[in-house]
């Protein structure tokens, strides 16, 4: 009975004109040309050009963010720093950068940080804070007094005085070997003995009348002449010989007497130099001690100095090799940060956030194959140039540098920057190497990033949340109205000054406020994204400049438009071109049950289209499941499989509440073969799944798009205009009939901004546009069938679309139950 029954439906539905759908269609649900596009009133604009208008001071549209960076600066306190976030293009760096400098005007300029040599533990120089251009001034009053040290040490050495005293000494240690040598001498001439030179040294021989003794002369004497001879040349030899152990001794108090002299000399010519700057820097106590140690280690090498001395004026070169000149590099004073030209406090932006970089780092140069280093090759880091101010901070940059974010933590935890290089700390080299003496550190750190980066470093180091705990959240639209939309122009004015480039007629500024809009994807928001609005304004001036115009015109941005579209939408054409060559089968015509058209979005760099795809969905008897195709294969995401899973919550709802469900469907994107994800074509899907499972037709001259969920609402959805534009272009390619059009969500009627020509074809009413807010709306305006709602006895209207499927399902019930007794009935036969 009921076969025939539905047999009875099926052929009604059959018969149905085509023309009936549009008779059926709710008038309400159709969209007018006003409802596609937002325009920019002329009148909201009173200026001619941008050239007339002021610069926009701060962002437009991020007082969140601006209020964050703010208390930010405020907070004095530890751990205040600032992370600013936000998409790419939001201009989070430009504003930072220009909020911290407007703030950095009013500060006080910090103080110079100079590294000097550590007299007693040359490894280990040691830092002195100077107030701002006074680190200069004693650079180079150190530098002076280098200069002068040589002179005044030459000239001391050369001066009559010094040379008097010098050679009084060796004449005093001359006189006194010749006085020994003397008394000696007088006492062997009685004895018939004397002192004489030979080629070995002296020696002691017998002479007689002034001459030596030979052999033959020797032997002529008597035994007893002999005897008395030997013993006196004996002991001439022994006090001779004592005379030569005390000329070492007389030698060594020679030299002191020397070095005392060389000493007392240097200190007496240093010492006025070193008084005068120590007298100067008298508030410096750290400076004093160094001028102390400086004129300590110049009396300790006098004789480099005075061997140097004795080579220049020889001729030839110092035995020391070069020592003074060392010597005198330990007296430089390294500069590491200079405010003298600084008017407030810096603003610094670290583009390569190295661990060297951020932290400073010791150079080394190589002499005669050997690395070697001192005070004067430490080199400062972003930390140390922004120190007193404040420093910015890529955040991606910052963390795909190696050891730079442990780094910067460290510096920040203990308020000091330490300079130890990677190899010294992660022990892979033995090179000696310093270890400056640690400086403090005062400086609001800024980083800037995406959203996920934040929230990801939020998660997983503990020790972001202490150091970081102010979040300046850029947003990426901003409200379109009345007050906002003068405040974009002026914006745009601002951004062509900046880039130096033509100013904008009125008429070009409404362009570029409604294209923002579009890039908002909102008619009542305008996007924030500077970076995509600057390029479109360096386009548009190149449009320009091609048409030798003063201005920038409306034309030109449209024309700017077009063309980054055009160098851009290879693919869209190509995906197009095999639709029409009938490669990809999507029908823009007709009737047919269980398909639709339902439409996707591709998203290639930052170009973005939308393409009509052909979703089929086929039911059979089963135990009421969805089967989803593109999942089995493994081609769907997780949020197309979810919204594949709603449907069978939306069928059982409505359809079982009373007897299970008996059938299984399936769905499938026909020719795709990409991975798919998304939400945005289930309300698709459930039409093809309902027209398959009741059999009825669908007009293939629309397509969908839209989310639902399991009570069968429409839901909002993204990309709406790339969608409708996608399948509009298919439809003009194959001659608009007036009857083809796009079904979206009611929740998207306020995101459409859509190209002109699309408008102008809703229009004359060459392309139809709906709002739906339900599955039932949907499948009326698809169908041309009224949806049907339960009457008091719980029944769907005959011919309705919910009865030819409340009727479908039971006769698959029937079937399966009927199928089961057979099945059981064989079984008790066998």
């Not at 269609?25 to 009173?46: R, S």
């Not at 002076?144 to 010094?162: D, G, K, R, W």
């Not at 008084?275 to 001690?289: Q, V």
């Not at 990409?674 to 698709?684: K, L, P, R, Y």
Request: net charge negative.
């Amino acid at each position: 009975m009921f076969s025939a029954f539905y047999a009875k439906i099926q052929f009604k539905i059959i018969i149905i004109p085509e023309e009936r759908g549009a008779y059926l269609v709710k008038e309400q649900l159709q969209l007018t040309a006003e409802d596609l596009y937002q325009v920019t009133e002329l009148d909201q604009l009173e200026f001619e050009t941008t050239a007339e208008l002021e610069e926009l001071p701060g962002a437009v549209g991020q007082a969140r963010a601006v209020a964050a960076l703010q208390f930010g600066i405020g907070m004095r306190q530890r751990g205040y720093n600032i992370f600013a976030l936000g998409p790419a293009g939001t201009g989070k760096h430009s504003f930072i950068q220009q909020f911290f400098a407007q703030q950095a005007t009013a500060a006080l300029t910090p103080p110079d940080w100079c590294y000097l040599n550590n007299f007693d533990h040359p490894h280990q120089p040691y830092a002195i804070k100077l107030p701002a251009g006074k680190g200069k001034e004693f650079r180079d009053d150190m530098k002076e007094l280098i200069e002068n040290l040589h002179t005044a040490l030459s000239a001391a050495f050369e001066s009559e005085e010094y040379q008097t005293c010098r050679q009084t000494i060796i004449e005093e240690f001359q006189e006194r070997q010749a006085t020994a040598f003397k008394a000696l001498q007088a006492e062997a001439e009685p004895k018939d003995v004397a002192i004489i030179r030979t080629p070995s040294g002296l020696a002691v021989a017998p002479v007689r009348e002034e001459e030596v003794l030979s052999t033959e002369e020797i032997d002529a004497l008597s035994e007893e002449e002999q005897a008395e001879l030997k013993a006196a040349i004996s002991k001439i030899q022994d006090k001779l010989q004592k005379i030569l152990q005390q000329i070492p001794a007389w030698q060594r108090e020679l030299r002191k007497k020397g070095t005392r002299l060389n000493q007392d000399t240097a200190d007496f010519a240093v010492g006025g130099l070193l008084a005068e700057l120590a007298e100067k820097y008298a508030e410096f106590s750290r400076i004093t001690a160094h001028l102390q140690a400086i004129r300590e280690d110049v009396v300790e090498h006098t004789d480099v100095f005075l061997s140097s001395d004795e080579s220049d004026h020889d001729g030839a070169q110092s035995p020391a090799g070069g020592e003074p000149r060392a010597l005198l590099q330990n007296y430089q004073v390294n500069l590491l940060i200079d405010h003298s030209a600084s008017q407030g406090a810096p603003v610094i932006y670290e583009d390569n956030p190295t661990y060297q970089n951020l932290i400073g780092r010791v150079e080394h140069e190589a002499r005669l194959g050997t690395l070697f280093t001192d005070f004067r090759l430490i080199k400062p880091g972003a930390l140390h140039r922004a120190n007193g101010g404040y420093l910015i901070i890529d955040a991606r940059k910052l963390l795909m540098q190696p050891y730079a974010w442990d780094g910067l933590k460290r510096a920040l935890q203990s308020n000091q920057i330490h300079i130890e290089s990677l190899g010294q700390k992660l022990s892979l080299i033995s090179t000696i190497s310093l270890e400056p003496e640690a400086i403090p550190l005062q400086v609001k750190v800024a980083l800037f990033g995406e959203r996920q980066l934040y929230y990801l470093l939020w998660e997983l180091d503990p020790e972001f949340a202490e150091l970081f705990k102010v979040e300046a959240d850029f947003e990426e639209q901003m409200e379109r109205n009345h007050e906002n939309q003068p405040l974009y122009a002026r914006l745009i004015a601002t951004l062509a000054r900046k880039e130096q480039l033509r100013p904008l007629t009125r008429t070009a500024v409404v362009r570029v406020i409604e294209e923002s809009a579009r890039l908002a994807g909102d008619k009542e928001k305008l996007s924030t994204q500077m970076c995509t609005v600057i390029d479109l304004l360096r386009e548009a001036d190149y449009w320009a400049d091609r048409q030798a115009c003063e201005v920038v015109t409306a034309a030109d941005v449209q024309q700017a438009i077009v063309s980054r579209i055009r160098r851009a939408n290879r693919i869209q054409e190509r995906i197009r071109e095999g639709i029409l060559r009938e490669t990809y089968l999507i029908a823009t015509s007709g009737q047919a049950v269980g398909q639709l058209n339902g439409l996707s979005v591709m998203q290639l760099g930052d170009y973005a289209f939308g393409t009509p795809c052909c979703i089929m969905a086929t039911v059979y008897l089963g135990e009421g499941k969805v089967l989803d195709i593109e999942r089995e294969v493994e081609l769907g995401g997780p949020l197309h499989s979810k919204g594949v899973l709603i449907l069978t919550g939306f069928l059982g709802r409505r359809y079982a509440q009373e007897a299970p469900l008996a059938f299984t469907a399936s769905l499938v994107f026909e020719q795709s073969y990409n991975e798919i994800d998304g939400d945005s074509a289930s309300s698709a899907e459930l039409y093809a799944l309902l027209s398959a499972i009741g059999n009825i037709p669908l007009n293939q001259a629309l397509a969908v798009t839209g989310s639902v969920n399991q009570h069968g609402q429409v839901q909002a959805i993204g990309g709406v205009n790339e969608k409708i534009e996608g399948f509009f272009d298919l439809c003009q390619a194959r001659g608009l009939t007036g009857k083809q059009g796009v079904l979206i969500p009611a929740a998207n009627v306020k995101q459409l901004m859509l190209r002109q020509d699309v408008v102008a074809a809703v229009a004359a009413r060459e392309f139809q546009l709906y709002r739906i807010n339900t599955v039932d709306e949907g499948m009326e305006i698809l169908s041309g069938l009224p949806a049907g709602e339960l009457d008091a006895t719980g029944n769907y209207p005959e011919g309705s679309i919910n009865y030819c499927v409340q009727q479908a399902l039971i006769d698959l019930a029937e079937k399966r139950e009927e199928f089961g007794h057979r099945d059981g009935e064989k079984q008790t036969d066998e």
